[in-house]
């Protein structure tokens, strides 16, 4: 028995233009009662058969999907920005600065607990790695930065790294005061500078810059104002 091809363009309109697979009772209930939806159903995963589109019956629902032959072909990869968190980038610096420091000794520095997903999105982005382990209780393991660091950040080597006063001048260098606890802190790119205690110190400076107002004549207030504006 044929069946009409307007019948079968109809169930075809329909499995096109749904967002969700049919069954057959839910074209059943679309369209004219005579119109044999079992039929129209079949010539047309014939006529799909072989092609780029295919018409799937998945566990009695119907639906038009590409040709599984074609899905490497149908897939696009692209490169997408992701941006570090600011653990990651203060993780990223003591890193890079103190290496080889530990996971504890990086925490100590931050003051805060260190996720693993902050090392493991900087190993992901090929940034650091595992270095050796210390020779101290417990052997812990110590991370140091790569070659594709300094490759992404045009460094020819760690010496490269801003100093201190290169920092100061970007107006990046964090004022609260480091936390000398790393063995051999003082072979660092840091070493012999002088750290700053300035949390306390500008706490009270503000604090009198507020009290005492920018138009103040009172000596005290604009000297602290003086001394604010240089740390």
């Known amino acids: 028995m044929s069946i009409d091809q307007n019948d079968i363009r109809l169930v075809e309109a329909l499995l096109f233009a749904s967002s969700e697979p049919l069954s057959a009772q839910d074209l059943h209930a679309r369209i004219d009662d005579d119109i044999d939806v079992g039929a129209a159903l079949m010539a047309l995963q014939k006529h799909y058969e072989g092609r780029g589109i295919n018409l799937l019956n998945i566990e009695g629902q119907w639906a038009f999907r590409t040709a599984v032959d074609l899905a490497d072909s149908l897939q696009i990869e692209k490169n997408v920005q992701k941006k570090l968190s600011r653990a990651a980038m203060e993780t990223l610096a003591i890193i890079s600065y103190h290496q080889?420091?530990?996971?504890?000794?990086?925490?100590?520095?931050?003051?805060?607990?260190?996720?693993?997903?902050?090392?493991?999105?900087?190993?992901?982005?090929?940034?650091?790695?595992?270095?050796?382990?210390?020779?101290?209780?417990?052997?812990?393991?110590?991370?140091?930065?790569?070659?594709?660091?300094?490759?992404?950040?045009?460094?020819?080597?760690?010496?490269?790294?801003?100093?201190?006063?290169?920092?100061?001048?970007?107006?990046?260098?964090?004022?609260?005061?480091?936390?000398?606890?790393?063995?051999?802190?003082?072979?660092?790119?840091?070493?012999?500078?002088?750290?700053?205690?300035?949390?306390?110190?500008?706490?009270?400076?503000?604090?009198?810059?507020?009290?005492?107002?920018?138009?103040?004549?009172?000596?005290?207030?604009?000297?602290?104002?003086?001394e604010l504006e240089e740390l």
């Not at 090929?126 to 790569?146: A, E, F, I, M, N």
């Not at 490759?151 to 080597?157: G, I, K, R």
């Not at 000398?180 to 700053?196: K, S, V």
């Open 100 to 226: 080889p420091v530990t996971r504890a000794e990086i925490e100590n520095i931050r003051g805060v607990a260190t996720h693993k997903g902050t090392l493991d999105a900087l190993m992901e982005m090929g940034w650091v790695k595992p270095g050796r382990r210390r020779q101290s209780p417990g052997r812990p393991l110590t991370w140091v930065s790569t070659t594709t660091f300094l490759d992404h950040f045009s460094l020819e080597s760690l010496m490269d790294l801003p100093g201190m006063d290169d920092l100061k001048a970007a107006g990046l260098l964090d004022r609260r005061p480091a936390i000398d606890t790393i063995p051999g802190a003082e072979d660092d790119l840091f070493a012999g500078q002088e750290r700053e205690d300035g949390v306390e110190q500008a706490e009270e400076l503000a604090r009198l810059a507020e009290e005492y107002g920018p138009q103040s004549d009172d000596g005290e207030a604009d000297e602290a104002l003086e």
